[in-house]
């Protein structure tokens, strides 16, 4: 299966310096995944976990410049023992948190806890969030993890529904 990028975003935010050094960050992790894909694949199976997925692309989140489970964003709330995958600051209480999810997206609405930390952290504005385009199970069946994630995020960038999220990059594998 060939991998995916979709950027749901606010439309205001589209010239602004930090939202273009996201995409070049993006664009970079998104060649990193092609790359991978043989070997992401293999490891996306029933009961596999997100862990696995993870070790492959943390070369590149490191080369990048993100902090693995980056403590303290979450201080200012009582849920602060949250921790993103990863992190990286853009400066001026802009940021990216990156998660990757595997076989927990659809049925334990992992995407909207992933959107919630994003929207709650005072230093990120961006989601990268990596999942599953089709998420299989032990009963043979598969689950179309990246377009029901897709579906349930692009609400948030209507304009009535803005929140202070300004864009998630929503990797499929």
């Not at 659809?106 to 909207?112: E, R, V």
Request: charged share 25%; with cysteine; glycine share 4%.
């Amino acid at each position: 299966m060939d991998a995916i990028l979709n950027v749901l975003n606010k439309v205001e935010i589209e010239n602004s310096e930090w939202f273009l050094k996201a995409n070049q960050i993006a664009d970079a992790l998104f060649h990193f995944i092609q790359l991978k894909e043989k070997e992401i694949y293999e490891e996306h199976k029933p009961d596999s976990s997100s862990v696995a997925i993870q070790r492959i692309l943390l070369p590149k989140l490191s080369e990048l410049g993100f902090e693995s489970e980056k403590q303290g964003l979450f201080n200012a709330y009582p849920v602060s023992s949250l921790r993103p995958d990863y992190y990286l600051s853009l400066g001026s209480e802009k940021g990216i948190i990156v998660e990757i999810e595997r076989g927990r997206i659809g049925s334990n609405n992992m995407d909207l806890l992933d959107f919630w930390k994003c929207h709650i952290c005072k230093t990120a504005n961006c989601l990268f969030l990596i999942v599953p385009i089709n998420r299989p199970s032990k009963n043979g069946k598969t689950t179309p993890a990246f377009a029901s994630v897709h579906h349930r995020l692009s609400v948030f960038f209507q304009p009535k529904n803005h929140v202070n999220v300004d864009a998630v990059f929503l990797f499929g594998y």
